[in-house]
C-alpha cells in the first residue's frame, strides 16, 4: 500500500540505484532496433550544477526516456571537458593556499601529476549531481576530454589539418590575459561596462605649421604604438590629407593619413587613430593599408623597449596616467569627456584583457566553415527555433581564423617539434617527429617541443565521434553517428556548435562516403531568468541553487517545472513558487493513485479498453487516446512546454478532477459488472497516465508503477523499459458530449455560486427550463453527480423561469438557480458595486503609471511588466464581476 504522504527524499535516490544496478541506462539493450543518440554537452570537471545545466539536462533525458520507450537503442553519451584554465586554476589555488611551491618551481610534469590526481579525487562532482536530477545517460560509457582515446582522437586531427594546411602558425592579434600569461577565447571575455572618459589627441600635420588632425581615444597608452591615421575617403574635411602624414606627440614617429571606409564620419572627429598591434579592428585596417605593426607591451602588460625609455617598464595603467600628463603639457590634448563603454575582463583572472600581437597556432576556420554552412542551408541540419540559423550564418560567414593555442600547462599539448633552426616537425608522437628531422636535416637533431596547449574548444569540437571510440573504426561510431540531436544554449553556438559541424564534416563520412554532419537537429533553450525576468547572478544574488530546489521539492517537482517553462525562444522566468506548485501536481497524482489503490483498482492486462460500456469510461479512454497524441507530437516537435501543459491538463483537470469525482458512485455501485468495469478503466488509465509522464517526471512514476502492481499481475519490466503507447479508435463521441455536458453544468453552477458569494455549505435548487428529452434523460442520468458535485438541494424540470432566479444559458435550456431563499439579493448587488468601485480605482491607477512616459522609460522592465500584469488582472476581474452583477440584476 503507498504511503499516506508522497515524500520525494525517500524514494529518488533508490529509484536512481534500482535503475543504474538493472543496467536500464545502457545503449545496445535492442541491437536490431532503431539507434537514437545524443551527446551531452560536456560539462566542466571542476562544475557544479546550475540551472542553465538542469533545463539542459532535462530536456535531454526527456528526449532519450521518451525514444527508449518507443523501442529505439537509445545511447545518451556522458562525459566532461577537462576545462583547461578553470582546473589549472584550481590547482594553482590549492598550492597557495596549503603554501606549497606553485608550478613554476614544481614543473610541468609534477604540476600536471597534481592535477590528475585532483581530478581522480575531487573532479566529476556534477556528475553525481546530474544522477540527482534524473539523468540516464549511459554512465558505463563516460568520456574525459583528456582521456587516453580522445587524446588520440584530438593528435590525429590536429597532425591531418597540419598536413593538409589547415593549421598553421601566425603572429595576429589574441585576447590576451596578462595576468593568467594566455591568450582566451572570446567566450572567456566578459564585457564590463564602465564609466570612463574619452580623450581628444591632437596630432600635428607635418609640414603644416598649426594644423591637426583630432582623434579620439579609450586607451591613451596605445598611442605609443600608433603608426597611421584612418578618415573616410568620402569625408570632405579630409580629403586633402589623404596620403599626406601626421606626426604622433612624444615619440615624433611619421603616420600616414589613408582613406578606409572603416572610419566613420559620423564618430567624433571622423579621424580614428590606427594601432594595429593592440586593437583588432586596426589590425584588419593595418593590413589592408599595410601599416606598420609595433607590439608596446610585453606579456605581463607592461611598457616594453619598441615605446620612448621614459615610459619602458611602466604598468600599462600608470603609463596612461604618465602620458595623459605629457600631451597636457604639451599641448596635445584637445580635450577630454566622459564616456561610458565597456571594458574586456578575463572572467578567471577578473583583469583586463588586452588585444596582444603574439605568435600562436591557427585553424583555418574559413576553409572548414563553408560545408557547415551548407549543410545548414540544404537542411541536413535544423535548428530550433529556425530564427537561430540565421545567427550561425552571421557568424560562420564572417569567421576569422581560429587560435587554438594556449599558454598554459593542463590541456592537450600541441604536436609540435622544433629543430635546431626553428623548422617545426608536426607529428602524431615524438618518434614521428624525430624520424622526420632527421630525414630533414640529414642527421640526428635534437628537437624542442612545443609547450602550448589547445585551446578546450579543439577537443570539444571532437565531441560527437571521439566519444565514439574515433579514429577507431568502432561498432559504436557505425551505429551511433551521426548523432540525432544536440541540446545547447545559444551562447555557444559559435563556440561549439558550429565546431562540432566543421570537424565532423570534415573527418566523418556516411555510407555513401560523403561528409555527415554530426546531428540533424540542434535544439537552442533559453535562458533560465529569476522570476523577475533578470540574468542570475552572484553579484545580484538573484542565483536559484537547482540542488536546494531537489533538495526541498524534489527532482520531479523541478524538472517538470522547466519543461512547462520551455516555451520555445522565450527565456524562463523562474520563480520557487512554481516548483511549489508543481510538487503540489505530483502529490496531486500520488493521492489520486492512492485513492484507486484503495479501491481496488488494479491493472488487468486483459482489459479492452474498446468494451467499456459506461460512457464515462469510454469517454477517459478517448481522452488518454487525445493526450498521448498530443505530448508524442510536441515532444517530437520539441514543443516540451506543451506536452507538459498537455500532461497537466489531463492529470490534474481531466483525471483527478473529474474523472475520479465521476466514477465513486460506479465504485461503490452493488453493480458488479459496473464497478468491475470501471475498476479496470481507472487502473489502465491510471497507467496511462506513469507511461506518458515518465519522461517529465521519472521518479514518482516509476514508484507508482512498481506498487501499482500486485502478485496476480506483476510488471514485466520496469516502467523507463516500458512501451510508449499508440492508440487509434478509442475516441467515442457520442461519450464525449455526454461527459463534456456534465462537465459544463457542473462548472457554470460552480462559477455562479463563486460569483454571486453563496456560502459554500448552502445548497440550491435547480430548475431546468425548456430542457428536451435527452437533456432531461442526462439529467436522470447523472442526477447524483450533479447534486454532490455542484452542491445541489434539487433539480427539477420547468417550463417558466421563476422569479428570483439566475439563469445559465446551456443548449437549448435554461438552468435556473433561485438564489433569492439562499442569499440577500440586494446586499450581494451592493457588495459587487462596492467591489467594481474598487476595482476602477486600481486600474485608474494602472493606466496613469503606464501612461507615464517617464515611469516606463527609467523603471526596470520586470517592474513595469508587472504593473502591466497586474491590470490586465484586474480588467479581468473587473469583467467576472461586471457579468457576476448582470446576472443578479436579471435575477432581482
Known amino acids: 500500500m503507498l504511503e499516506k504522504t508522497y515524500d520525494p527524499q525517500d524514494i529518488e535516490e533508490r529509484i536512481y540505484l534500482n535503475w543504474e544496478d538493472a543496467g536500464t541506462f545502457k545503449c545496445n539493450r535492442k541491437p536490431d532496433a532503431e539507434p537514437y543518440s545524443i551527446v551531452i554537452p560536456p560539462p566542466n570537471v571542476t562544475g557544479s550544477l546550475h540551472m542553465g545545466h538542469a533545463l539542459n539536462n532535462t530536456i535531454q533525458d526527456i528526449l532519450i526516456r521518451f525514444e527508449r520507450m518507443r523501442g529505439k537503442d537509445v545511447l545518451w553519451q556522458p562525459g566532461t571537458d577537462h576545462a583547461g584554465i578553470a582546473t589549472q586554476m584550481v590547482v594553482e589555488r590549492q598550492l597557495m593556499e596549503h603554501q606549497q611551491p606553485d608550478r613554476r618551481t614544481l614543473g610541468r610534469d609534477e604540476f600536471v601529476r597534481r592535477i590528475w590526481k585532483w581530478k581522480d579525487e575531487s573532479g566529476g562532482v556534477i556528475t553525481n549531481q546530474l544522477r540527482r536530477l534524473g539523468a540516464s545517460c549511459d554512465w558505463s560509457r563516460e568520456r574525459f576530454t583528456m582521456d587516453e582515446g580522445l587524446s588520440r582522437a584530438v593528435l590525429k586531427v590536429f597532425v591531418q589539418l597540419h598536413k593538409e594546411g589547415l593549421i598553421y602558425k601566425d603572429k595576429r592579434l589574441v585576447n590576451w590575459d596578462p595576468k593568467l600569461l594566455t591568450a582566451i577565447s572570446d567566450l572567456e571575455v566578459e564585457q564590463v561596462e564602465t564609466k570612463g572618459h574619452l580623450w581628444h589627441l591632437k596630432y600635428p600635420i607635418k609640414g603644416e605649421e598649426g594644423r591637426f588632425i583630432i582623434v579620439a581615444t579609450t586607451r591613451p597608452e596605445t598611442m605609443l604604438g600608433d603608426t597611421g591615421v584612418a578618415v573616410h575617403p568620402e569625408d570632405e574635411r579630409y580629403k586633402d590629407l589623404i596620403g599626406k602624414t601626421a606626426v604622433l606627440p612624444l615619440v615624433g614617429r611619421e603616420l600616414p593619413i589613408v582613406a578606409d571606409d572603416y572610419a566613420d564620419p559620423e564618430q567624433g572627429s571622423g579621424a580614428v587613430k590606427m594601432t594595429p598591434a593592440h586593437d583588432f579592428n586596426d589590425?584588419?585596417?593595418?593590413?589592408?593599408?599595410?601599416?606598420?605593426?609595433?607590439?608596446?607591451?610585453?606579456?605581463?602588460?607592461?611598457?616594453?623597449?619598441?615605446?620612448?625609455?621614459?615610459?619602458?617598464?611602466?604598468?600599462?595603467?600608470?603609463?596612461?596616467?604618465?602620458?595623459?600628463?605629457?600631451?597636457?603639457?604639451?599641448?596635445?590634448?584637445?580635450?577630454?569627456?566622459?564616456?561610458?563603454?565597456?571594458?574586456?575582463?578575463?572572467?578567471?583572472?577578473n583583469v583586463v584583457i588586452e588585444p596582444w600581437l603574439t605568435d600562436q597556432w591557427y585553424v583555418d576556420a574559413q576553409t572548414l566553415a563553408a560545408p557547415a554552412i551548407k549543410a545548414v542551408e540544404q537542411g541536413a541540419t535544423v535548428f530550433v527555433p529556425r530564427n537561430w540559423e540565421k545567427t550561425y550564418y552571421e557568424w560562420m560567414r564572417n569567421i576569422q581564423p581560429w587560435c587554438v593555442s594556449r599558454q598554459l600547462w593542463w590541456g592537450h599539448q600541441i604536436p609540435a617539434w622544433y629543430g635546431p633552426d626553428g623548422e617545426v616537425f608536426v607529428e602524431e608522437t615524438e618518434e614521428a617527429a624525430q624520424s622526420a628531422a632527421n630525414i630533414h636535416y640529414g642527421k640526428a637533431v635534437a628537437l624542442v617541443r612545443d609547450e602550448d596547449v589547445l585551446d578546450t574548444w579543439f577537443s570539444s569540437a571532437l565531441w560527437p565521434f571521439s566519444t565514439l571510440g574515433w579514429p577507431d573504426e568502432t561498432p559504436e561510431v557505425e551505429r551511433y553517428y551521426k548523432t540525432d540531436v544536440l541540446v545547447t544554449g545559444f551562447d555557444i553556438i559559435f563556440f561549439w556548435v558550429a565546431r562540432m559541424m566543421m570537424m565532423g564534416l570534415h573527418f566523418m563520412k556516411d555510407d555513401a562516403g560523403q561528409p555527415e554532419v554530426p546531428f540533424h537537429t540542434v535544439y537552442i533553450h533559453a535562458l533560465v531568468r529569476d522570476e523577475n525576468g533578470q540574468k542570475m547572478s552572484k553579484s545580484k544574488g538573484n542565483v536559484i541553487d537547482p540542488l536546494e530546489l531537489i533538495e526541498e521539492y524534489g527532482a520531479d517537482a523541478l524538472r517538470f517545472t522547466l519543461a512547462a517553462m520551455a516555451a520555445q525562444g522565450r527565456d524562463i522566468k523562474l520563480a520557487r513558487s512554481r516548483v511549489e506548485g508543481y510538487r503540489n501536481f505530483a502529490t496531486k497524482l500520488w493521492n489520486a493513485a492512492r485513492f484507486c489503490q484503495m479501491k481496488g483498482c488494479v491493472t488487468d492486462p486483459e482489459v479492452d479498453v474498446t468494451a467499456a460500456s459506461h460512457s464515462v469510461n469510454r469517454w477517459i479512454a478517448g481522452e488518454v487516446e487525445r493526450t498521448c497524441t498530443a505530448v508524442t507530437e510536441a515532444i517530437v516537435a520539441h514543443k516540451y512546454n506543451e506536452a507538459a501543459g498537455a500532461l497537466y491538463h489531463f492529470v490534474w483537470h481531466i483525471f483527478c478532477d473529474w474523472y475520479v469525482e465521476l466514477i465513486k458512485p460506479l465504485l461503490d455501485s452493488e453493480d458488479e459488472d459496473a464497478k468491475s468495469e470501471t475498476k479496470a478503466m481507472a487502473a489502465w488509465a491510471l497507467e496511462q497516465i506513469l507511461i506518458l509522464m515518465h519522461p517529465f517526471m521519472p521518479f514518482i512514476t516509476e514508484e507508482l508503477w512498481d506498487n501499482l502492481a500486485t502478485s496476480e499481475n506483476p510488471r514485466k519490466s520496469q516502467l523507463i523499459l516500458a512501451g510508449w503507447p499508440a492508440y487509434d479508435g478509442l475516441q467515442d463521441a457520442a461519450a464525449d458530449s455526454e461527459i463534456a455536458w456534465v462537465i459544463d453544468v457542473i462548472s457554470q453552477i460552480r462559477s455562479v455560486r463563486s460569483e454571486m458569494n453563496v456560502p459554500a455549505g448552502a445548497k440550491a435548487p435547480v430548475e431546468i427550463v425548456g430542457a428536451n428529452a435527452a437533456t432531461l434523460a442526462r439529467v436522470d442520468a447523472w442526477r447524483d453527480e450533479l447534486s454532490r458535485l455542484a452542491r445541489l438541494q434539487s433539480i427539477v424540470a420547468s417550463q417558466t423561469v421563476p422569479s428570483g432566479a439566475v439563469q445559465i444559458v446551456m443548449g437549448e435550456a435554461t438552468i435556473a438557480l433561485p438564489l433569492a431563499g439562499v442569499i440577500d439579493i440586494a446586499e450581494e448587488m451592493d457588495r459587487l458595486t462596492k467591489e467594481l468601485d474598487k476595482i476602477s480605482g486600481e486600474i485608474a491607477k494602472f493606466d496613469a503609471k503606464l501612461s507615464n512616459k517617464k515611469f516606463v522609460s527609467r523603471a526596470p522592465e520586470h517592474v513595469v511588466e508587472e504593473q502591466r500584469t497586474r491590470k490586465a488582472e484586474a480588467v479581468e476581474r473587473q469583467e467576472k464581476v461586471t457579468e457576476a452583477y448582470e446576472r443578479l440584476k436579471g435575477a432581482a
Open 283 to 349: 589590425f584588419e585596417v593595418g593590413r589592408r593599408q599595410n601599416l606598420e605593426v609595433i607590439n608596446i607591451f610585453d606579456e605581463h602588460a607592461t611598457l616594453n623597449e619598441n615605446v620612448p625609455e621614459v615610459y619602458r617598464g611602466l604598468e600599462r595603467f600608470e603609463a596612461r596616467k604618465r602620458i595623459i600628463a605629457d600631451l597636457e603639457a604639451g599641448e596635445y590634448l584637445d580635450h577630454v569627456e566622459d564616456h561610458d563603454h565597456t571594458i574586456p575582463y578575463g572572467d578567471r583572472s
